[in-house]
């Protein structure tokens, strides 16, 4: 049982470039987010998903796409990165039973 | 839509004394959860509490819903309680966080 897996941890990307962030969690969750947490404030939601082909905006959806096609993984995917962009970014899962949310170890990305 | 405020800001402590940090939100609410983000950056869930007191050791909570706040007490405090502590509420895959109180106990 590995919890909430996030890919890469660490990754450096230029002004326009698109990458794709990983998340998989094998805990058979129906709840998953993506937040994004900049240096000095909370975390702030980008998407989430009550389950497999549901997906909706949080409070910063701008400049990212999400998809779960599967129970197990919601990918982020940053379509032509920005320095704005440059954040540490949390992936969460939360069954639907209980209310304990479970992070990813994080992925720090700066975009130059 | 919902606002989270945290206080205080910074809270540096001796390592024994005892200590509150508090949650106040806007709207009502069924969902209200306590984390702790270590220096390494890992977040863990300390409490689900949406009403009521709830105690885990040395760390209890209480939520006054009726008032709109929520208050974490950290009881002895040890260095291992260092960290960033968020206030989160909402739905579960829909949580708004406060900025957080990042508590540094010193030896």
């Known amino acids: 049982n590995a919890g909430v897996t996030q890919t890469p941890k660490f990754q450096v990307l230029k002004t326009g470039q698109s990458m794709t962030l990983q998340c998989a969690q094998d805990?058979?969750?129906?709840?998953m987010s993506w937040y994004r947490q900049d240096p000095g404030m909370g975390l702030r939601l980008i998407h989430y998903s009550v389950g497999a082909g549901i997906t909706d905006q949080g409070e910063v959806p701008n400049g990212y796409n999400v998809s779960r096609s599967t129970t197990e993984d919601f990918p982020l995917r940053l379509l032509s990165a920005a320095p704005s962009q440059t954040s540490v970014y949390f992936c969460?899962?939360?069954?639907?039973?209980?209310?304990?949310?479970?992070f990813g170890e994080g992925s720090w990305l700066t975009v130059v | 839509g919902i606002q989270v405020e945290q206080s205080p800001p910074d809270l540096i402590l001796q390592e024994g004394a005892n200590s509150t940090l508090r949650c106040n939100f806007s709207?009502?609410?069924?969902?209200l959860q306590w984390f702790h983000q270590n220096p390494w950056g890992q977040l863990i869930n300390l409490f689900y509490i949406p009403s009521g007191t709830k105690q885990n050791g040395r760390l209890s909570a209480t939520t006054v819903a009726t008032e709109r706040y929520s208050l974490l007490y950290i009881s002895s405090s040890q260095t291992t309680d260092s960290g960033v502590y968020f206030c989160?509420?909402?739905?579960?895959?829909?949580?708004?966080f406060g900025a957080g109180t990042r508590l540094t106990v010193k030896p």
């Open positions: 805990m058979n969750h129906e709840y």
């Open positions: 989160a509420v909402g739905t579960r895959g829909n949580m708004r």
């Open positions: 709207d009502s609410v069924n969902n």
């Open positions: 969460a899962s939360s069954p639907p039973s209980r209310n304990t949310i479970y």
